[in-house]
């Protein structure tokens, strides 16, 4: 599992308020799911993942968020 590294609970806990706190500034829509659990995938989109042989790396919660990084399944369609 080489460059695999899992974020603890409070780090994915900052993820979310940072996602929240940049679509409130810039009036986005909120469309990250509110639990971070991905409703197409079950994976929580602010993790870090082994999917096959690669590394799928969780969002920072600092970018717009409109789809989930491990499944590619759009939040905004």
């Not at 609970?9 to 991905?38: M, T, W």
């Not at 969780?58 to 369609?77: L, P, V």
Request: charged letters at 25%; aromatic letters at 10%.
């Amino acid at each position: 599992m080489d460059g695999l590294i899992k974020k603890t609970d409070a780090e994915i806990s900052e993820c979310v308020k940072k996602q929240r706190e940049l679509c409130e500034e810039k009036h986005y829509p909120h469309f990250a799911p509110n639990s971070g659990i991905c409703w197409s995938c079950n994976r929580n989109i602010y993790q870090n993942y082994l999917i096959g042989n690669r590394v799928s790396h969780g969002e920072s919660g600092e970018e717009f968020i409109t789809g989930c990084s491990h499944c590619c399944r759009s939040y905004c369609d």
